[in-house]
């Protein structure tokens, strides 16, 4: 087994634990066209994919490029004002932990299904790139296909010069938790922001990741050289 070099995070869900806001804002929506599904349906159907994927799914048709980003800019804006009047922040221990990787050079990734518009938001509104170089940041910009196909972590690797096997995946989602499987990841952590049953899965599960601080001790050698190019 190769050693593990880095890590990619997952965002929605994992990082942020904005699953709750995001099922707020689709009822909200959903609402408004008339469109009835269970929350069960927006956990295997809508979690992890795209929007392009999503409004299809929910509209039972082709849309154009254009009804696509109309509808999902109604519907991201809803959430954006959510997450705002909540002053939602990142999961407990999650800065602590990205601040000990910049801290030894271990080198990170995030990987998220959101679009440029919410992506760009959590940017700034959280400070990533504080953590996080653009070419590090990996988000839905309709170049690469939807979870849980794995191009999505395969470009996030290529952006740390890491193979698959050398790489820790953090994911809350079936689709991401499949993708990073797909992926072929040296190691997979659920995180479980939501009360889920992952008991299907052989992963270790966290709720928490100060937790996660000991694991990566354990699984990731500190490199001899201080090469992490986010310090710049």
């Known amino acids: 087994m190769a050693r593990i070099k880095g890590i990619i995070f997952d965002l929605n869900g994992t990082i942020l634990w904005d699953t709750a806001y995001h099922n707020k804002a689709w009822n909200i929506f959903l609402e408004k066209y008339n469109i009835n599904i269970s929350e069960q349906e927006i956990r295997d159907n809508m979690h992890g ?9 929910l509209f039972k048709q082709d849309l154009t490029l254009e009804e696509i980003n109309k509808l999902a800019s109604e ?5 954006r004002t959510l997450v705002i009047e909540d002053n939602l ?3 407990n221990g999650v800065e602590k932990l ?3 990787c910049l801290e030894t050079s271990i080198p990170t990734s995030i990987a998220t299904s959101s679009d440029q518009e919410n992506s760009e938001f959590y940017y700034q509104r959280y400070n990533l790139k504080k953590w ?4 590090r940041y990996i988000y839905n910009n309709y170049t690469f296909k939807s979870k849980p196909n794995p191009e999505i972590f395969i470009k996030a690797a290529n952006s740390m010069l890491l193979d698959p096997n050398e790489v820790l995946v953090f994911e809350d989602s079936i689709a991401g938790i499949t993708t990073a499987e797909n992926f072929g990841a040296g190691k997979i ?3 479980n922001s939501t009360g889920d049953d992952y008991s299907k899965y052989p992963y270790e599960m966290l709720t ?12 990731i050698t500190v ?3 201080n090469t992490y190019l986010g310090k710049l």
């Open 49 to 57: 994919k795209t929007n392009a994927e999503i409004m299809k799914y």
């Open 75 to 79: 519907k991201e804006k809803i959430y």
């Open 89 to 91: 922040q990142l999961a």
């Open 98 to 100: 990205f601040n000990y």
């Open 132 to 135: 996080f170089m653009p070419c």
């Open 189 to 191: 952590i659920i995180i």
């Open 208 to 219: 928490d990741f100060n937790e996660a601080l000991d694991i990566i001790k354990n699984n």
């Open 223 to 225: 490199p001899r050289e």
